[in-house]
């Protein structure tokens, strides 16, 4: 697994392909052992990255309900706390679902 030192070097390598996927149909993606990909939830892709310890969120969607349809997937693959998200820009469809992730359940 990642290192927290490794985890901008891991962000850096995803696949383009990764952050871009758009499709009607949910589905996490696995995208290599430590990344995965929610699309089809929101117009916005979530890309979950886990490290030894935790787990880094990219980009939450533009609505909690999307963006909790997508983590009750991910909670499938694992359990471990949320410790970041990151933004990749300011727009409306990437960033309202946070609550989500930052949540105490989290």
Known sequence: ????????????SLPAAAAQL??????????NPHVYCAT????????FVVTERSVVVVDTTEG????QAAFNEF???STLPVSYIV??????DHI???KVFAGPDT
Do not use: F
């Open 1 to 12: 697994m990642p290192t927290s030192s490794a985890l901008l070097l891991l962000l850096a």
């Open 22 to 31: 758009s499709q009607n149909t949910p589905e996490l993606i696995r995208v």
């Open 40 to 47: 089809g939830y929101a117009l916005g892709n979530v890309i």
């Open 64 to 67: 909690q309900a999307p963006a």
């Open 75 to 77: 909670r499938k693959v």
């Open 87 to 92: 933004y990749t820009h300011h727009h409306g």
């Open 96 to 98: 309202p679902g946070a």
